[in-house]
């Protein structure tokens, strides 16, 4: 016991210090910690590995590669579309020509698609029917390998790189499981319906809480989207906790905070919750959720491998839940979380499954390599290698910090990007870029935190219909934004590590579309450039913006 306090004090020490940004308020809230010990302590222990064990692989779990007779044997995607609405048309003899449908000129990288169709992984008849009505037929590396372990009811952590489509990889065997997509099974009866909510899903942000939802509603359809619930901050909790009460939601989405607060204030009840879903777990685990997050931990379900007679009281009705982790970015403090979170997790990867007790500790602040070329026995670098798209070019220029919204617009010319994310460090300066860049006739506004919910949800539509070309704005949205159009992100500041640095650049080049990332900064800069590239284990090039060109520059020694 004495350990694992001190494990927990030395963490908050360490904490205290590195982020200082936080204020005299964070270090007067570090007192309460102690109250969360058991969630630090989830991520904080260190236990040992206990058994060595093999990789599994999704075939090893009896999912049989088979090649879809619709597809091209190297997994081509595009053609798949192609020879989808040829098949579809017969055209009969003597008649017109109908209209075909044009390849569309989006460069998507195969390799993600050298997996299966959505029918071979075991999802239910009912999901399968309404994936094909949305188009969605073949899953990405990351859905083939997480859809059928999570449907086997593993705890799982899921790491993929930006833009792969994990969301969809913990929400199908979800959704094939509960609500009305479901496999209906001998044992349920058609008017079975079991009351209360089934899944928990928490993001760290509302945009990502809310793309989420739609995602969901999207799946659903829209006679039955009512049976997702958005509980995100910022949106009025009592309209929230009337349809709560109305709607009977199957499946809420949500912040940790608005979550934790409608909790506690006994309007969710999630006692008989079988799945919890942490999206962007590595940034839930930081000490701002600590207290939410503890209350979401010890109140949804039953975590996997508890014994129900060690439970008292109305708690003994709990149900076990499926703990499901998610990121692009795994630091080993997710890996600790999980093992102590769950029963024999998994690290699901695109192309590997490997037990999470089978990975050796790391030293601090080491990431798992999310690389699915590095060896299997040694799956843990001290580098974010692999947790960005391979399609993205990542370039950097060197530019006086009055001329950095000049060279934003020299760059924005020079790629002809339509769809641009420029990411600074502070919130103040925002207002300024916008300005400039409107100044120049450049459509652009911006986005952070102080922004009211109505004027956050009106920009970032605008932005995704093409109405603003350039969304100037802060950390708020490099997590999980999901803007499928976006060709290039610009770091007018410098990220304060590798972790910032992938979720930033991956709102480009999603899905495998090509995207590019440009960092400016000034030239006492160039050497955190330079760590930055050793430890994402991507080029990063030095380039020039003349004559609107994009100039790849020589490095200086
Ligand atoms: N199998 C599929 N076929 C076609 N489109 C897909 C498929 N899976 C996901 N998508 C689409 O790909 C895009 C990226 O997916 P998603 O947002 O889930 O990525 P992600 O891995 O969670 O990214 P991030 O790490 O940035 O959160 C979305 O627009 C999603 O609708």
């Not at 590995?49 to 190297?74: H, N």
């Not at 449907?151 to 609500?179: C, R």
Request: include cysteine.
């Amino acid at each position: 016991m004495e350990l694992v306090i001190g494990h927990a004090h030395r963490g908050l020490l360490a904490l205290a210090s590195s982020r200082s940004f936080l204020g005299n308020r964070f270090a007067l809230r570090c007192v309460f910690a102690l109250r969360t010990a058991g969630f630090h302590r989830a991520a904080c222990i260190n236990r040992r590995p206990e058994s060595p064990s093999t990789p599994l692989t999704v075939s090893s779990l009896g999912f049989k590669p088979e090649i879809d007779p619709g597809r091209k044997q190297d997994g081509s995607f595009l053609d798949l579309v192609v020879i989808k609405s040829a098949a579809a048309t017969k055209i009969p003899p003597g008649k017109a020509k109908p209209f075909e449908r044009k390849k569309k000129k989006i460069e998507i990288d195969e390799s993600l698609f050298s997996a299966k169709s959505f029918a071979e992984l075991g999802l239910s008849r009912l999901l399968i029917a309404r994936l094909n009505e949305l188009d969605l037929t073949v899953p990405t590396d990351v859905q083939s390998a997480a859809i059928p372990i999570i449907a086997q009811k593993h705890d799982a952590v899921v790491q993929s790189y930006t833009g792969s489509g994990k969301t969809l990889a913990y929400l199908l065997p979800i959704l094939s499981e509960i609500g009305p997509l479901k496999e209906l099974r001998d044992s349920d009866t058609a008017l079975e319906q079991k009351s209360g909510v089934e899944a928990v899903i928490v993001a760290p942000s509302r945009e990502l809480g809310m793309q989420i939802v739609r995602e969901v509603e999207r799946l659903l359809g829209p006679a039955d989207k009512k049976l997702v619930q958005q509980l995100v901050g910022g949106a009025n909790r009592s309209r929230q906790e009337e349809a709560l009460k109305k709607n009977k939601p199957i499946i809420v989405v949500g912040t940790p905070g608005r979550i934790a607060e409608i909790s506690a204030a006994g309007k969710l009840h999630t006692h008989g919750c079988r799945f919890l879903v942490l999206d962007e777990v590595d940034q839930l685990l930081s000490f701002n959720y600590r207290e939410d997050m503890h209350r979401i931990l010890e109140h949804v379900g039953r975590k996997t491998g508890t014994k129900p007679s060690g439970i008292m009281g109305p708690l003994a009705r709990r149900t076990e839940r499926q703990t499901v982790l998610v990121s692009a970015t795994v630091p080993f403090s997710v890996v600790r979380a999980a093992r102590n979170w769950g029963r024999d997790p998994v690290l699901v990867r695109a192309k590997s499954v490997v037990p999470l007790d089978s990975l050796p500790a790391p030293g601090p602040g080491a990431l798992l390599s999310n690389s699915d070329t590095a060896s299997p026995s040694s799956p843990v670098t001290p580098v974010t290698a692999g947790s960005l798209p391979p399609s993205l070019k990542h370039y950097y220029c060197v530019s006086k910090m009055q001329h950095k919204v000049d060279t934003l617009r020299r760059c924005v010319h020079a790629l002809d990007a339509n769809t641009v994310i420029a990411f600074m460090n502070n919130t103040k300066p925002l207002k300024d870029v916008v300005f400039k860049l409107e100044a120049r006739g450049m459509k652009a506004a911006e986005l952070h935190g102080d922004l009211g919910k109505l004027a956050r949800s009106t920009t970032l539509k605008k932005f995704k219909n093409g109405e603003i070309r350039i969304l100037v704005t802060n950390e708020l949205s490099a997590r999980g934004l999901d803007v499928p159009e976006c060709d290039l992100v610009v770091n007018l500041d410098l990220p304060t590590d590798s972790i910032h640095y992938a979720h930033r650049a991956g709102r480009t080049g999603r899905l495998g579309r090509k995207g590019n990332v440009v960092t400016v900064c000034e030239e006492p800069e160039v050497f955190v450039v330079k760590k930055l590239r050793r430890h994402l284990g991507v080029e990063i090039q030095p380039c020039e913006f003349t004559e609107g060109k994009l100039t790849v520059c020589k490095e200086e020694a």
